[in-house]
Nanobody, 121 residues
């Protein structure tokens, strides 16, 4: 059993920043690839960013390149998503996930329950 717990969501004005965290526990390797996805109301879940096991490779959706940064601290079994220059279209529930491979839109083994990000205009 793997548990992924996201935190750091909230309400922010356009142009602002938020930092999301995802703490992993249970039967998961601290060096497994991780990813962030998001889902806006009434839309399908979409890929945001992914990171390899030791953080050497990162992948981003075109819509967030240059604004979002994914990182990880394996000693804390935690993955982060730093979100800058936020736009109203970034609003949605952000989900952390584990994956067998780090790439754009990777397959997912486990999902967290998500944290809500709301960007006001």
């Amino acid at each position: 059993q793997v548990q992924l717990v996201e935190s750091g969501g909230g309400l922010v004005q356009a142009g602002g920043s938020l930092r999301l965290s995802c703490a992993a526990s249970g039967r998961t390797f601290s060096t497994s690839p991780k990813a962030w996805f998001r889902q806006a109301s009434g839309k399908e879940r979409e890929f945001v960013a992914a990171i390899s096991g030791y953080g050497g490779s990162t992948y981003y959706a075109d819509s967030v390149k240059g604004r979002f940064t994914i990182s990880r601290d394996n000693a804390k079994n935690t993955v982060y998503l730093q979100m800058n220059s936020l736009k109203p279209e970034d609003t949605g529930v952000y989900f952390c996930a584990t994956s067998p491979v780090a790439k754009v839109a990777p397959p997912v083994d486990y999902w967290g329950k998500g944290t809500l990000v709301t960007v006001s205009s």
